[in-house]
């Protein structure tokens, strides 16, 4: 699968290829990125995609797992037969696969592995063992290896007579000693300019840098950042090689701690692609930062409250109390929204063609976190402001004013961010204080106008 027009199909192009025939979409597959596709899957219905598949062939479908996020790669999964998935498995390196096989259940994993071939089977059921947050997780016991008495010449022919996913790795060869201890390494592009008589001692790297079996992914991508190595070796406590690291699953490491550690920091979900999870997964992941703003803005509001008991009257003074829980909800929750869509602008999640439906499901979820905070004040409120007149009116209205400034917040988060990008302007911006400023200058009001309608009190 490849496009080799100028202009790149799109979620509508798809659309419209699956109302044909099948030729027709086979055709539309072939011109159609396999990173697009999986794109595409998150906006189609589960007979859409079982229909994709369908009529892709085994290394086609197998390029789609390796775009695919955990979540949507088990849902490939659970539409492709036990031949088909052995057939696709076949073309993935054996620590992809192992990956895969952790989606599905036991039994269907073990089904899966007395399907392929036995020795291929053995080392896939050794990488099972190992935590897939570990070197161990990480590495492929598929690479090549040689002794470290053999010329560039035995290296090349050893390379020619690989077969399977270690045949396509380019990650040069291991120099290993009698005891199967890396002592070198050689690249690809070293041996194809080096007379094939020299001995492999003379040109290979020496300086090796190995890591243990257990060690945490997190050193494994600080290594790679460090050095920029093709491949790291992965040894055994012995310091035997038993597996091998290639940088581009290095690379895909490093980019999911740095994601996770965005997540966490927004509060959002530290895993797999944001806008196309369900509104609910969505917003359950975002609850917690919200729950810990708001029983902060209620301490502050009741703290208030018992330093000046003379404002108490359920007027506007009142509503005053309660505006740092609108300028926490406001900002967590715009801030959210808005570094969703500036990451997938930036890592082309969020496309032109999927702009609406991010926008509405986002917009959504904002109304669901604005709804959770106004209920959970309107059930505390009533208790803290017991001394004023009509004390669950005056929190009712205060409660629909705060999901009202949070829904906003949300719309807000993601149209800055639009209206950015759609100018040429970088949506980074948006996520700075240009966005804070707005948020809290146009919350607080919003807040405020409507609390005080509500209370028939003057806007303070």
């Known amino acids: ?33 396999p990173a697009d596709l999986v794109d595409w899957a ?71 592995l007395r399907s392929v071939d036995f020795e291929r089977a053995q080392g896939l059921r050794k990488l099972a063992r190992y935590d897939e947050e570990t070197a161990g997780g990480l590495m492929t016991v598929e690479y090549v290896s040689i002794d470290e008495d053999a010329n560039v010449g035995d290296a090349i022919k050893l390379i020619r007579s690989e077969e399977g996913p270690a045949a396509d790795e380019e990650g040069g060869v291991f120099v290993l000693d009698a005891a199967g201890r890396p002592v070198g390494y050689i690249s690809d592009r070293e041996l194809l300019t080096t007379p094939i008589h020299t001995p492999i001692k003379d040109v290979m790297e020496t ?54 550690d965005i997540g966490m ?21 975002r609850l917690p930062v919200m729950g810990v703003t708001v029983g902060g803005g209620l301490l502050i509001a009741w703290l208030l409250g018992e330093a000046f008991p003379e404002s108490k009257q359920g007027t506007s003074s009142d509503i005053l109390r309660y ?45 669901l976190i604005g709804v959770v905070c106004g209920l959970v004040t309107l059930a505390v409120a009533p208790f ?18 705060i999901c009202v400034a949070v829904t906003w917040s949300t719309v807000l988060g993601c149209v800055v961010p639009i209206g950015f990008d759609r100018i040429g302007i970088d949506p980074a911006i948006a996520a700075g204080p240009f966005f804070m400023t707005l948020s809290d200058l146009s919350g607080s009001c919003i807040f405020l106008l409507i609390s005080s309608l509500l209370l028939q009190a003057p806007i303070p």
């Open 384 to 401: 803290s402001e017991a001394s004023i007149p009509n004390p669950f009116e005056f929190a009712a209205a205060i409660s629909f004013a």
């Open 42 to 112: 998150g906006d189609l219905h589960r007979s859409e995609i079982a229909r994709i598949l369908d009529n892709l062939g085994p290394e086609e479908c197998a390029e789609l797992f390796k775009f695919a996020e955990d979540d949507l790669a088990a849902q490939f999964l659970e539409e492709l037969s036990l031949d088909r998935i052995v057939e696709v498995i076949e073309m993935l390196p054996a620590d992809e696969v192992v990956d895969l096989l952790a989606l599905t259940d036991d039994d269907r994993a073990d089904r899966i």
């Open 265 to 285: 920091l927004v509060g959002t979900s530290p895993e797999g692609l944001q806008t196309h999870r369900p509104v609910i997964e969505r917003a359950r992941h």
């Open 1 to 33: 699968m490849h496009a080799e027009t100028d202009k790149r199909p799109e979620l509508d192009d798809l659309r419209d290829a699956l109302a044909k025939s099948d030729e027709e979409l086979r055709a539309f597959l072939a011109e159609a990125h």
């Open 207 to 260: 300086d090796l840098i190995t890591v243990g079996v257990g060690a945490d992914q997190e050193e494994v991508g600080r290594i790679f950042m460090k050095y920029s190595f093709s491949a790291l070796p992965v040894v055994d406590a012995r310091g035997a090689l038993i597996g091998v690291i290639s940088a581009e699953d290095a690379q895909d490491v490093i980019q999911e701690e740095a994601e996770e």
């Open 323 to 367: 505006l740092p829980i609108v300028l926490g909800l406001s900002g967590n929750v715009g801030m959210q929204s808005s570094t969703i869509l500036v990451r997938g602008f930036a890592t082309g999640e969020v496309t032109r063609d999927r702009i609406g439906s991010v926008l509405r499901t986002e917009v959504l979820v904002g109304f």
